[in-house]
């Protein structure tokens, strides 16, 4: 972690002046998610869950009518089998009718449903449904709530995720889905592997001469290897940032830690059915237990070479108790030793390479440690390229937060260059053009973006036709058993026109021209179409160009022209472009040969959700966040009600005359509370279930009215005498002052220099001073009177009131300036002056003065 941040060169860029949005990172994983946070002022590191945890189990739930998160949620599902959700990554953009929907009913016990998607979906207990897209998107507000409560509830609406190399277009919509359904964007998709090689760029140079890295992630759910190759971006500069190249991807999908979990209940239900004679696979809560002590006894059985198994009142009321072998375990696994490396060797494969280029197998996922899986990869690639300490647990969501860094450009991380490859095969196909009436129609397939291609790349697709035609991007081969290959179709129309007009204006055979995009978060998309065409150009330098070569092709299939790199992302990702090396388009298109034509896209046959059917979901989470908020405020105002109540009550039940309370109270008023206090002891037990939040804040209030003068009396008690002490200093010093004052006066007056403070003022002040003891005098005498338990008759409010006027004339003589002594000579011309002489006053009143001229 210090060697991350010590490479991190983590600052923020000067040239931003906005405020700074802050990135979240999220791993989403079939079993845990991770999540970090780069964010202004906030050391770069994994976001805690509120106990300080890590790692945040990926479960959403309801108890009841309460939702709950993570391990919360994870832990009801023996007592609430089908209102907690776990592992639900299997069915990100699953068709309801696949064997990865099969699967995932064979671990789990929620209650699936088909959507009208085809995709999948829940069904509560309380018979409410929700899409999978729906409860990850909860769960992914729940990391965002996380984020924004450590930023003290700055907002955080950015996210970058990670996603399995192998997910396909369905798949990744799916993520996207749910981020909107959440309220966020995403900024970037980012494939695990390549998250973890970034992060392992960050800390280490590299040298022109390419390493090969073989990054092994053992999952939950699947396991996959990425090559990946490191060198310098440039071979001189030693600081120089690093090119990251993924050279090849293997993955296997569905055989994870779960599989191997699956298998150990496997062994516990036979065992307890062999033993107990009891069927247990109908009882769903049964089947959830087994599923958590399946995962429990795996875990020791990774360090043990036998775990003993326990589960209190299984079913039937039957306690199970039971031994399994780590032997018995790893030969019921054995078949799938072949399928934990096969990726590696496919990953190979695809990257034209052999064991012998790779330096090091970095080894990361939760699965990684589970000895099986250990030990078959050790035993494909050999002990010594097992990479040694490299702690890759959290570097999948440490590398997506650089990454998004990197994207959102807010944030300076070194020059690490990310080129990905895409995982499949993508197609472009299309109806040849019927050449003869009543021929056969005839499609034409063309690979566009072939395993290994690039992403954030587009290419530029030349038809020649002369009417409308539909093109369908797809998979070349499934990808997996019931998932559909077709990607999107479009219809492009206004053809005949268009190539008309391009004839009109002079062109010589115009043609049909589509973009096809594969953007950096893996989205293939028809970016445009337009009709083409060269206008005949009659100069002698034309008619030299089209002799040169600049005739057009004139076969039917599909010509692809690569172009310069150009991110594209879905529709709903943000604008900023990932890719430093991408340059803008750099051929000019005459304005006058190019015709855009009509661009129809239609639906895949697992469609990304509609704008509408995200709306809708949003809303739907939205209400739940308002209705749980409520709930907190109502059980908040109901709590406090509850407390105050006892807190009443054991003033009310403490008869000792010391308490400040019975002091301050008439045994009128003790009464009266008394009274209130039963009724709203009365009418909480009966209405705690039905009240409203404004119930319990009235109850309150209605008690509290009683009890405020009360408390008012023993405030003024210890106010009281603090402010009096303020205007007794201010009597004081006012009294001091004009004393003082009157003294220089007459030095002045015998010196006839001017004096500071003429007679006016003094008397002014002295007579707010008279004023204002006098007011004190026969208050205070009132307020000696005023017993404790009755309400004050001079407040300390009053108080403060009352010698501001003093105070601040006081003040404002304090502040004149001394005026300027002449300097001239003594004249002998009398001035009129003043003086003051002192007569005996009053008892109460000091002192009064009187002044008269003297000549
Ligand atoms: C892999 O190793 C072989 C043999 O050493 C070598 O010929 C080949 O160029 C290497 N491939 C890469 C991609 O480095
Ligand atoms: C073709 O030209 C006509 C006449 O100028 C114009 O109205 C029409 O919009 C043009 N169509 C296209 C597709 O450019
Ligand atoms: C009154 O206030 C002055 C100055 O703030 C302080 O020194 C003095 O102790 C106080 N007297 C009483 C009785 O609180
Ligand atoms: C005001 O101050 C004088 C002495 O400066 C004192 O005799 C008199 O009691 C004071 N009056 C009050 C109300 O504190
Ligand atoms: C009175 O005169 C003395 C000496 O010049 C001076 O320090 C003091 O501030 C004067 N006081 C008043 C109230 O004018």
């Given at each position: 972690m210090n060697r991350l941040l010590l490479g991190l060169l983590l600052c923020f860029s000067l040239?931003?002046?906005?405020a700074l949005a802050s990135v979240l990172a999220i791993?989403?994983?079939?079993d845990w998610i991770k999540a970090s946070l780069m964010a202004p002022g906030v050391p770069f590191d994994v976001l805690l869950n509120r106990?300080?945890?890590?790692k945040i189990q990926s479960s959403v739930g309801w108890k009841k009518e309460d939702r709950l998160f993570a391990s919360d949620a994870f832990n009801i599902a023996g007592r609430f089998p089908q209102d907690s959700f776990s592992e639900l990554k299997y069915l990100?953009?699953?068709?309801?009718?696949s064997p990865t929907t099969s699967f995932y009913a064979s671990i789990s016990t929620a209650d699936l449903i088909k959507t009208s998607r085809g995709t999948v979906g829940a069904r509560r207990t309380d018979g409410s449904e929700w899409s999978v897209e729906e409860l990850i998107a909860m769960q992914l507000a729940y990391i965002r709530d996380l984020a924004e409560s450590t930023l003290n509830g700055e907002k955080v609406a950015d996210v970058v995720l990670t996603v399995p190399a192998f997910y396909t277009q369905h798949e990744r919509d799916a993520v996207i889905d749910a981020v909107e359904i959440a309220g966020m964007r995403t900024l970037a998709l980012v494939h695990d592997g390549s998250a973890v090689a970034i992060n392992y760029a960050m800390t280490r140079t590299f040298t022109d001469k390419p390493e090969h890295h073989i990054i092994y992630d053992a999952g939950a759910s699947s396991v996959r290897a990425t090559i990946v190759s490191f060198s310098s971006v440039?071979?001189?500069?030693?600081t120089s940032g690093t090119a990251i190249q993924v050279a090849g991807l293997g993955f296997e999908r569905q055989v994870g830690g779960n599989e191997l979990d699956r298998r150990l209940r496997e062994i516990l239900v036979k065992d307890f059915e062999k033993k107990?004679?009891?069927?247990?696979?109908?009882d769903k809560r049964a089947m959830a237990k087994l599923w958590k002590e399946a995962n429990r006894v795996k875990t020791i059985l990774s360090a043990n070479s036998d775990a003993s198994t326990s589960v209190e009142s299984?079913?039937?009321?039957i306690d199970y108790r039971s031994k399994v072998s780590r032997s018995d375990f790893e030969s019921a696994c054995r078949d799938l030793t072949g399928r934990f490396v096969k990726p590696i060797s496919d990953a190979l494969a695809n990257a034209d390479m052999?064991?012998?280029?790779?330096?090091s197998v970095i080894l990361t996922g939760g699965?990684?440690?589970?000895p099986i899986i250990q030990a078959a990869v050790t035993a494909a690639?050999?002990?010594?390229?097992?990479?040694?300490?490299?702690?890759?647990?959290?570097a999948a969501v440490l590398g997506a937060g650089l990454h998004g860094a990197a994207l959102s450009r807010q944030f300076k991380t070194k020059d690490i260059r990310l080129t990905d490859i895409a995982p499949y095969d993508v197609q472009v196909s299309y109806i040849a053009?019927?050449?003869?009436?009543g021929s056969k129609p005839r499609t034409i397939n063309t690979l566009?973006?072939?395993?290994?291609s690039k992403v954030g790349t587009r290419k530029t697709l030349t038809f020649k036709r002369k009417d409308d035609f539909n093109l369908k991007l797809t998979y070349?081969?499934?990808?997996?058993?019931?998932?559909?290959?077709?990607?999107l179709e479009a219809e492009l129309k206004g053809i005949p026109e268009a190539l008309q007009n391009l004839t009109e204006m002079g062109a010589v055979d115009p043609v049909v021209k589509a973009t096809v995009v594969l953007s950096e978060s893996g989205f293939v998309s028809i970016q445009d179409a337009i009709a083409f065409g060269e206008i005949k150009d009659d100069s002698l330098t034309g008619k030299l160009k089209s002799f040169l070569g600049g005739g057009s092709s004139s076969s039917e299939e599909a010509t692809t022209e690569k172009e310069t790199a150009v991110r594209s992302e879905s529709?709903?990702?943000?604008?900023?472009?990932?890719?430093?090396s991408a340059t803008a388009e750099t051929k000019p298109v005459k304005k006058d040969n190019t015709i855009p034509l009509e661009l129809n896209v239609k639906l895949a046959?697992?469609?990304?959700?509609s704008v509408a059917e995200k709306r809708a979901a949003r809303d739907r989470l939205m209400a739940i966040d308002r209705l749980e908020s409520g709930k907190r405020a109502r059980e908040e105002a109901r709590n406090s009600l509850e407390g105050y109540l006892y807190r009443v009550r054991d003033l009310l039940e403490d008869?000792?005359?010391?308490?400040p309370f019975v002091k301050c109270s008439q045994q009128a008023e003790r009464k009266a509370m008394e009274q209130k206090l039963q009724e709203s002891f009365a009418w909480l037990s009966e209405h705690?279930?039905?009240?409203?939040t404004k119930d319990f804040i009235a109850q309150r209030s209605a008690l509290e009215s009683l009890e405020q003068p009360i408390i008012h009396r023993y405030t003024e008690i210890q106010e009281f005498p603090k402010a009096l002490n303020v205007s007794q200093m201010m009597n004081w010093s006012a009294r001091l002052f004009i004393t003082e004052a009157k003294t220089n006066l007459t030095a002045a007056q015998d010196s006839e220099i001017p004096p500071r403070y003429t007679k006016e003022e003094i008397d002014s002040l002295e007579k707010t001073l008279k004023e204002h003891e006098v007011w004190m005098n026969e208050m205070v005498e009132k307020q000696k009177?005023?017993?404790?338990?009755e309400d004050p008759v001079l407040e300390s409010s009053m108080l403060k009131e009352k010698v501001k006027p003093l105070e601040t004339q006081l003040q404002k003589l304090l502040k004149k300036k001394a005026p300027r002594i002449p300097k001239k000579p003594k004249t002998t011309t009398s001035s009129s002056t003043t003086t003051t002489a002192k007569e005996s006053g009053s008892a109460s009143s000091d002192s009064s003065t009187q002044g008269h001229d003297e000549l």
């Open positions: 040239w931003s002046h906005t791993d989403y994983g079939t106990d300080s945890k890590r990100q953009g699953a068709p309801f009718d440039d071979a001189k500069s030693k107990h004679r009891t069927d247990v696979r109908s299984l079913t039937n009321d052999t064991l012998d280029n790779i330096t699965s990684s440690r589970t690639v050999g002990k010594s390229r097992i990479a040694q300490n490299v702690n890759a647990d959290e053009e019927s050449k003869s009436q566009v973006f072939p395993v290994g070349r081969t499934p990808v997996l058993p019931g998932y559909p290959s077709d990607i529709e709903t990702s943000s604008s900023s472009s990932a890719d430093p046959s697992i469609p990304p959700m008869d000792s005359t010391e308490s705690d279930d039905d009240a409203l009177r005023v017993k404790m338990n």
